[in-house]
C-alpha cells in the first residue's frame, strides 16, 4: 500500500473556527487522533507551505497564517508480524536459547517504515522457524539494534525467557559493547577519555539525535585512539550506555570529529577532500559511516556462561585503513 498525501489550506473560516493547528488537522482528519498528528509531526510528515509554495515551518500549539498550505503525508500502515525471508546470516554462535550474528553495513535491523523487507529480523525469522512470539511480533527476538550502516555484532533471544534476560542485561549496562570508527581529525584531540551528555531528537532535524537537549537522557561513552594517520584516526568506543545514535553524535558533536562518510552526522563528500585520489575512489559511492560493533560480552542468561564474541572489520573499512597507511 502506498503512502497517502492530503492537503489542507487555511482559510478565513479556519482562522474564525480554530486556534491550533493540531486542532484544526484533528478536525477535518476524522481517522487521526491529535497524538497521531503529533507523531506525524516529530516524524517530519506534516509540513508547510506559503501561496509561493516556499517552505513554512509550522507549530502545532499555533494556527499558520491565511492561505498557508499544509501537507500530511501518512504513511502506509504497519505489518503486525514480520515475514520470513532467505537471507544470508553470517552466525559467529549459537544455541538452544540465542543466536549471535555479525550484521553487515546496510542492513536494517528490524522492519519500520520504508523498510518492511530485507531486515534482520527477516532473515533470523527464517533461520528460526518458531520465532515468533518471542518479544514484539515486528521485532521477535530483538533486544538491542544497529543502525543500519552500522555493521557488527548482535545478539538476538530465541525464547522468551532468555529475551527477558538479555533485556536486563541491557538496561542495567552489564554487557561489554566495543566498536571501531574511522573520524575525521583534521585537530589534535586527546588519545582517550570520556564523553558524556544527555541525548534527545533534534530540535530542527527529528532524523537526527542531538547532544545536551532539554529532556535528553544521560549518554556516557568511553573513547581511545588505536592510531592516529594524517587526517583521520581509528577510534575504539566503548558504551557505557546504547542511546540511539550516541557514538556518533558524541564523536560529531562533543569530540569534533564526525565518522568517515557519516551522511547524517558529518559531510561524507567533504570529508573525501582530505584525502588522496585512491582513497576518494574507493569511498566515493559508500553510503554509510565507517563505523562498526566489534566486541560483545555477556553473561549468558540461561548458562551463566561467560560469552566474549569478536568480529572483523567488513572489507570497506580495512581496505580503507590500508590506504591511509599508504598515504
Do not use: W
Not at 499555533?62 to 520470513?84: C, D, F, N, R
Not at 531486515?119 to 528460526?128: D, K, M, Q, R, S
Request: aromatic share 6%; hydrophobic share 35%; proline share 6%.
Amino acid at each position: 500500500m502506498n503512502e497517502e498525501e492530503r492537503i489542507f489550506t487555511i482559510t478565513e473560516i479556519t482562522k474564525e473556527k480554530f486556534d491550533r493547528l493540531d486542532r484544526f488537522l484533528a478536525k477535518v482528519n476524522k481517522d487521526l487522533s491529535r497524538s497521531t498528528i503529533k507523531t506525524l509531526f516529530q516524524k517530519d510528515l506534516i509540513t508547510g507551505s506559503d501561496e509561493n509554495q516556499n517552505d513554512f515551518p509550522l507549530k502545532l500549539n499555533k494556527l499558520p497564517p491565511l492561505g498557508t498550505h499544509v501537507t500530511i503525508q501518512i504513511p502506509p500502515p504497519i505489518p503486525t508480524e514480520a515475514i520470513a525471508e532467505d537471507i544470508p546470516l553470517e552466525i559467529l554462535y549459537e544455541d538452544e536459547h540465542l543466536l549471535i550474528v555479525n550484521k553487515k553495513a546496510g542492513m536494517v535491523t528490524h522492519p519500520a517504515p520504508g523498510h518492511y523487507t530485507g531486515t534482520l529480523v527477516n532473515a533470523v525469522l527464517h533461520h528460526c522457524h518458531d520465532l515468533q512470539q518471542i518479544g514484539d511480533q515486528i521485532r521477535p527476538g530483538i533486544v538491542h539494534r544497529l543502525d543500519k550502516g552500522t555493521s557488527g555484532v548482535m545478539v538476538v533471544a530465541k525464547n522468551q525467557k532468555t529475551h527477558e534476560g538479555l533485556v536486563m542485561l541491557f538496561s542495567t549496562h552489564d554487557i561489554t559493547r566495543k566498536y571501531q570508527a574511522l573520524a575525521l581529525t583534521t585537530r589534535e584531540i586527546a588519545v582517550g577519555g570520556t564523553l558524556r551528555s544527555t541525548l534527545g531528537r533534534h530540535p530542527q532535524n527529528r532524523l537526527k539525535m542531538a547532544a545536551n537537549v532539554k529532556n535528553g537522557k544521560l549518554a556516557v561513552t568511553h573513547y581511545k585512539v588505536l592510531k592516529q594517520y594524517e587526517k583521520s584516526s581509528l577510534i575504539e568506543l566503548t558504551l557505557e550506555t546504547g542511546r540511539t545514535h550516541q557514538i556518533r553524535v558524541h564523536l560529531s558533536s562533543l569530540l569534533n570529529t564526525p565518522i568517515l562518510m557519516d551522511p547524517l552526522y558529518g559531510r561524507a563528500k567533504e570529508h573525501l577532500k582530505h584525502f588522496s585520489n585512491e582513497i576518494n575512489e574507493h569511498l566515493k559511492d559508500y553510503p554509510h559511516p565507517l563505523l562498526h560493533a566489534k566486541v560483545l560480552g555477556f553473561k549468558h542468561p540461561i548458562t551463566k556462561e561467560e560469552l566474549y564474541f569478536e568480529a572483523a572489520l567488513p572489507e570497506v573499512f580495512q581496505k580503507t585503513m590500508t590506504l591511509l597507511e599508504q598515504s
